[in-house]
């Protein structure tokens, strides 16, 4: 059974962690809806699939121990995402194993977009759903990017979710996710390219 | 002169703004001859906005959050 909130049902931190303090389990439910998948990306990024629901949690577990002393310096995602990514990388020493994340991101793909002169092979055109507003108003579409978010790899869907959506400084996303500058820059537009494929291949089959 | 497949690899630093003066006028510069680069750095935008524009309108509440989430409140309730 799943059912759907308002994630704006409490107005902002300060309010919904008094009430997670009072013991109320909407709070609760809120808190973990709104921010536990989030916490699951940046712990995959950092070390894999395999720990990452497992540190998660035991980031919840930490916050919740120290929720009183919250004291609003940063806003409750970027300190959840914090403890979380301090917890995982912790464990990646603990493991002392190389975490093999965004299989071969690194290497130079082939792009078959480009012919071996480095032109594009297929003209490009002009979208006709060409504002942001008209690609969110089409259900499809809007599904497309949504579907397309949840099946980058890991890497870069944090990246992009840091970046994009979060709105934090490329410098304190390298800092997170121990990347360097570059590294993260290419992740980011690997994914951002990835959702702009799929909303070209929509709008050209259409 | 930037080739297609570079303009490609570089979009996203030219629409964040991270490209250096000499790399941005070079970027410029093919833009102006290449309509198909115009077209798709275009895209890249109204992608990057289309993301950033995302609504957060509703939270799904299923029932492993459900678990987690009971799980904390009696974690907090014993401290």
Redesign the interface.
């Known amino acids: 059974?799943?059912?759907?909130?308002?994630?704006h049902h409490f107005e902002n931190d300060a309010a919904l962690i008094a009430a997670?303090?009072e013991?109320d389990?909407t709070a609760?439910?809120?808190?973990?809806?709104?921010y536990?998948p989030k916490m699951v990306t940046i712990a995959k990024a950092i070390i894999g699939e395999a720990f990452a629901e497992e540190i998660a949690?035991d980031a919840?577990?930490s916050a919740?121990?120290s929720?009183s002393e919250f004291a609003g310096r940063s806003s409750l995602n970027t300190w959840l995402i914090q403890i979380t990514a301090n917890a995982a990388k912790t464990r990646l020493r603990r493991e002392k194993r190389q975490v093999s994340l965004d299989e071969n991101w690194q290497k130079k793909e082939t792009?078959d977009?480009?012919d071996h002169?480095?032109?594009?092979q297929e003209?490009?055109?002009?979208?006709e759903l060409?504002?942001?507003?008209a690609?969110?108003a089409n259900d499809q579409l809007?599904d497309i990017?949504?579907k397309t978010?949840e099946q980058l790899p890991p890497q870069q869907q944090a990246v992009?979710s840091l970046y994009?959506?979060e709105g934090e400084s490329m410098s304190e996303i390298c800092n997170i996710l121990d990347l360097s500058a570059s590294n993260a820059?290419v992740l980011?537009?690997r994914a951002?390219?990835a959702?702009?494929q799929k909303?070209?291949q929509y709008q050209d089959n259409d | 002169m930037l080739k297609c497949r570079q303009i490609e690899q570089l979009a996203s630093d030219y629409l964040d703004k991270d490209l250096s003066f000499r790399q941005r006028m070079a970027f410029k510069l093919h833009l102006f001859i290449c309509h198909n680069c115009r077209n798709y750095v275009r895209q890249l935008k109204i992608t990057i906005t289309s993301i950033k524009l995302m609504p957060a309108n509703q939270i799904i509440v299923d029932d492993k959050t459900k678990a987690l989430a009971k799980v904390l409140r009696e974690n907090a309730s014993k401290q």
Do not use: Y
Not at chain 1, 117 to 120: C, L, P
Not at chain 1, 130 to 133: A, F, G, K, Q, R
């Open positions: 059974m799943s059912d759907k909130r308002d994630p997670m303090l013991g389990s609760f439910e809120t808190a973990v809806a709104l536990h949690q919840w577990i919740i121990r929720l792009d977009r480009f002169t480095g032109h594009w003209p490009v055109s002009q979208w060409e504002t942001p507003e690609i969110l809007s990017i949504s978010f992009l994009d959506l820059r980011l537009h951002r390219s959702i702009q909303i070209a």
